[in-house]
């Protein structure tokens, strides 16, 4: 299985001669802009502490050179492997900030090729297993005062949208037709609302009962928002 192979942080720390010259890029356009860099497909500590400092090497070599670089770029990696979110605490005090990735944390979880018509029902992101995972990276995030992004189809999704709100996340990351129904679901819920959804989410067994709990805890509130998102 190739999800499983030899690319991203792997193969970066593999092959710094193809690693260096982004990181270089990178860098140099920081004192253009606010810049922050993450490490993809990160599964130890020892990955992103090798990857800083290989960082921290492209960084001195630009500054030898004369090259200007910004003295504040927020590092973090995408958590998208459940060793990852598993120990997200060690990993916590080595960012600052995390990317949940969900589509792959999904298949990664529950052992289903995304690409795989024959295993595809398994990998609803909205599933428990995966939820327990986001709920332990970002409190483990919050914990060292670090925040959490999520991106992937869950970010979108106007039912899971409520639940993420409830477990804490920051950042929802999602393609740009999804947005305004996505803050309009937001701006129906009070905080309190979002978090009893999504403790009750936690409890329960399967992705199609968390739907179906979700569209009738909220009810007539953000009924109609669900029915516009699902024609």
């Known amino acids: 299985n190739h999800f499983l192979g030899f690319r991203a942080i792997r193969l970066c720390l593999a092959r710094p001669e193809i690693f260096k010259p982004q990181l270089r890029a990178a860098l140099r356009a920081s004192v253009g802009g606010n810049l922050k860099i993450m490490f993809p497909m990160v599964a130890t500590v020892a990955e992103v502490r090798a990857a800083r400092t290989i960082l921290e090497e492209c960084r001195a070599e630009l500054l030898a050179e004369g090259q200007p670089v910004a003295e504040d770029i927020e590092i973090g990696i995408m958590v998208e492997i459940p060793a990852a979110a598993l120990l997200a605490e060690r990993f916590a005090t080595e960012v600052d900030f995390f990317s949940i990735g969900t589509n792959d944390l999904t298949q990664y979880t529950l052992a289903a090729d995304r690409t795989n018509a024959l295993v595809a029902a398994l990998g609803s992101g909205i599933n428990p297993r995966v939820l327990h995972l986001v709920r332990?990276?970002?409190?483990?995030?919050?914990?060292?005062?670090?925040?959490?992004?999520?991106?992937?189809?869950?970010?979108?999704?106007?039912?899971?949208?409520?639940?993420l709100l409830g477990l804490g996340l920051d950042e929802f990351s999602m393609n740009p037709p999804a947005i305004p129904l996505a803050k309009q679901i937001v701006r129906a819920l009070t905080l309190a609302e979002a978090r009893e959804v999504a403790q009750h989410a936690l409890e329960l067994d399967n992705p199609q009962i968390i739907r179906a709990w979700v569209k009738e805890q909220l009810g007539a509130q953000i009924k109609w928002l669900f029915r516009i998102s699902h024609g």
């Open 136 to 163: 332990n990276v970002i409190t483990a995030a919050h914990a060292q005062g670090k925040w959490v992004g999520l991106c992937g189809e869950l970010a979108g999704d106007p039912l899971a949208i409520p639940i």
